[in-house]
Structure formats: structure tokens, C-alpha cells
């Protein structure tokens, strides 16, 4: 996972390399994404595969992924209307064998026989599946998923608490400090990236005439911390 605390309360020492991973947190920006990222890391640069977004709540920050050193050409992203949809995205996705992971967010819980088929769909694919459940616990529910995670905020600034509510030949854990904030380059060089991809983005014609120009707008007075 790149997180030693939660590689030992895991039963592989790690995320499972197919399957479903069901993770449940309190509000969006918990450190839910950040969780993930060392694995889309190595996945972005080991594999020519797509990694599969699909409802994620917010358009993801692509500076900050690339800051992180994930590669954000092979991210896709998919947006449904109805849970169906989703569903219908995430099977397909998996067993197209053109993914090497798949996030989804999700607003009420799939049920056994749907997590079955995602499982069975991952397996089929050779990819894992990370399946969100923004705002409630839905521990007690069934589920044949490979591994189900808590994240709770705490008090200290950058570190979160991950309950191991389910997981493959093992008991359950509770309260694995993780320390999920990392560094993410802010030097004159990334600022003057960013800013040159939001002018694009935004469809802007008349560009800043030069750099220094540019690295003066963006510059800002004390160091900047972006979040994916």
C-alpha cells in the first residue's frame, strides 16, 4: 500500500493484487484518495493500462497527481447517471482487461450479489477495484469483497485512523495510524506548469507574453500545498 502501519495489518502485506477493496469514509478529503496513491503510482508507471475514475465527487487535480508521480495520461473518467450505469461501468471495465484499477464512487451500498459480480469482475480482469462509500459506515453489511477499510479523521494534521473491518484470513483491526500527506512540488517551475494548464483548460487565447510574466502571477508569498 506504501503505508508500513497498514501493510502489517494486512493479510498479504498489501493491497490485493484482484479484487474488490471497499473503502468507507466520513466526508470527502478524509485522505481517501490519498490512501490509494502510492498504489496508482506504480501502477500508472509499471503498466500501459488504463486507471479507470468513475463519479469521483471532484474534478481530479491534475498537477497534484503528476506531483505525486502518477501518470495522468492513462487516467479515464466516467460519469453515470443512475447506479445501474455504474455498475454496468465498473463489470466492463474490469473485464475489458484494459485496466490496471478501478475507482468508483458510490452514494448507497451495492448488495452481496452486486459485490459478487465485481469481485468475480476484477478476478476475471486481473485489476483491483476501489470502491468508495462517501459519508456513513456500511461495515455491518454483507459483502464479497477482498478487504473492507474505516477511515477516520484525527486531531493531528495529515494523519488518519483506518479500521480493517474485513479482510481475507484475519481478524479485524482498529486505529492504524497512517500518515497520509506527502510532498508535492510547488518550485517556480510546477507553479508556471499549472498556470499555463488552466489557461488551456479554460480555453484562454491570449496567453501571458513570457514565463517570468507567468511565474510572477503565480508565485504565491508563502509555500502552497495542493491536494489531489
Known amino acids: 500500500t506504501g503505508y508500513d502501519s497498514l501493510d502489517s495489518a494486512l493479510s498479504n502485506k498489501g493491497w490485493p493484487k484482484n479484487g474488490l477493496v471497499e473503502i468507507d469514509y466520513q466526508a470527502t478529503g478524509n485522505g481517501e484518495l490519498r490512501l490509494v496513491v502510492?498504489?496508482?503510482r506504480e501502477l500508472s508507471q509499471s503498466r500501459n493500462q488504463w486507471i479507470t475514475w468513475i463519479n469521483p465527487p471532484l474534478i481530479p487535480y491534475a498537477p497534484g497527481l503528476q506531483s505525486l508521480g502518477v501518470d495522468t495520461g492513462?487516467?479515464?473518467l466516467i460519469h453515470t447517471k443512475q447506479n445501474q450505469d455504474t455498475l454496468w461501468?465498473?463489470?466492463k471495465s474490469c473485464k475489458s482487461?484494459?485496466?490496471s484499477a478501478v475507482l468508483a464512487w458510490i452514494?448507497?451500498?451495492f448488495s452481496f450479489k452486486e459485490t459478487q459480480r465485481l469481485q468475480l469482475a476484477a478476478k476475471v480482469g486481473g485489476n483491483v477495484i476501489y470502491?468508495?462509500?462517501p459519508g456513513s459506515n456500511h461495515t455491518e453489511r454483507s459483502s464479497a469483497s477482498e478487504l473492507r477499510l474505516l477511515l477516520k479523521t484525527t486531531a493531528q494534521p495529515g494523519t488518519i485512523n483506518v479500521d480493517v473491518s474485513k479482510k481475507r484470513r484475519g481478524w479485524p483491526v482498529r486505529d492504524i495510524a497512517i500518515d497520509v500527506s506527502q510532498v508535492i512540488d510547488t518550485s517556480d517551475n510546477q507553479l508556471i506548469d499549472i498556470k499555463e494548464k488552466l489557461h488551456l483548460w479554460r480555453g484562454t487565447k491570449n496567453m501571458?507574453?513570457?514565463r517570468d510574466k507567468l511565474k510572477k502571477d503565480y508565485t504565491p508569498s508563502s509555500p502552497t500545498h495542493?491536494?489531489?
Open 89 to 91: 461501468s465498473l463489470e
Open 74 to 76: 492513462k487516467i479515464l
Open 226 to 228: 495542493k491536494t489531489p
Open 107 to 109: 452514494n448507497r451500498p
Open 97 to 99: 482487461k484494459n485496466c
Open 38 to 40: 502510492p498504489a496508482l
Open 208 to 210: 501571458p507574453a513570457s
Open 131 to 133: 470502491l468508495f462509500h
